[in-house]
């Protein structure tokens, strides 16, 4: 398949955007940890719990997940607080 981006699996984890979920209050231990990265190459890893299933029959008009995309969710504080550290367009 010919896509206009497509994501480099050797891009580094470079920096967290925002806090750790155990700052923000989002998990107890490092096994529940939602988080947001910048990568090496400018990109940015989301880790977060996986609903593609969930959410796949009803998403918005125009929204589609290819076969190897998947939708994940992650806590709407730990977006809020990474703002800061998100560049403007």
Do not use: H
């Not at 984890?13 to 979920?21: D, M, N, P, Q």
């Not at 155990?22 to 940890?33: A, T, Y």
């Not at 719990?49 to 029959?57: K, M, N, P, V």
Request: aromatic share 4%; charged share 25%; glycine share 6%.
């Amino acid at each position: 398949m010919n896509r206009s981006w497509e994501a480099d699996p050797s891009a580094l984890f470079e920096r967290r955007l925002g806090k750790t979920a155990q700052e923000l209050g989002n998990s107890k231990d490092k096994n529940e940890c939602p988080d947001i990265w910048q990568l090496s190459n400018g990109d940015v890893a989301v880790i977060g719990r996986d609903l593609t299933a969930a959410y796949s029959a009803n998403l918005p008009a125009g929204v589609s997940l290819a076969a190897d995309e998947r939708l994940v969710v992650i806590p709407g504080n730990m977006l809020s607080a990474a703002k800061e550290d998100i560049p403007d367009a």
